[in-house]
């Protein structure tokens, strides 16, 4: 199933900055990290992928450093920071609102009103 670009869009900062909270990554290793993890719903090119980690770095969400993967080869690999972990806190709580009121309005749920 193609879940629709906007959808993945205002959850990829929990995405992301949720894979980082358990390892180090590179680009490519994030990439093949969502695919795994989500049964291949989350497909991240890697022109989409960069922009936002950049971002994250700018904003002090994540660090990056140069250090040799397993092959011995040179990458970038990214950190969550402290900052990173305080906001990855706050977008779990939006989160859970939104997916709370979504599932309010989809699921059907008749609320009385007096």
């Known amino acids: 199933m193609n879940i629709d670009k906007g ?7 929990l995405l992301l900055l949720s894979l980082l909270q358990t390892t180090d990554m590179y680009g490519y290793e994030i990439i093949r990290e969502l695919e ?3 049964d291949k719903v989350f497909q991240f090119k890697e022109g989409t992928l960069y922009p936002v980690l950049h971002r994250l770095e700018n ?4 660090k ?17 920071t402290k ?7 706050e977008e779990k709580k939006k989160w859970e609102v939104f997916t709370v009121a979504v599932n309010k309005v989809a699921g059907g749920e008749v609320h009385a009103h007096a």
């Open 59 to 62: 904003n002090g969400y994540v």
């Open 83 to 89: 900052k990173g972990q305080k906001q990855l806190a």
């Open 7 to 13: 959808l993945v869009g205002g959850s990829t900062i």
């Open 36 to 38: 795994n993890r989500s």
């Open 64 to 80: 990056s450093y140069m250090a040799k993967g397993d092959t011995g080869k040179e990458r970038k690999y990214y950190r969550i």
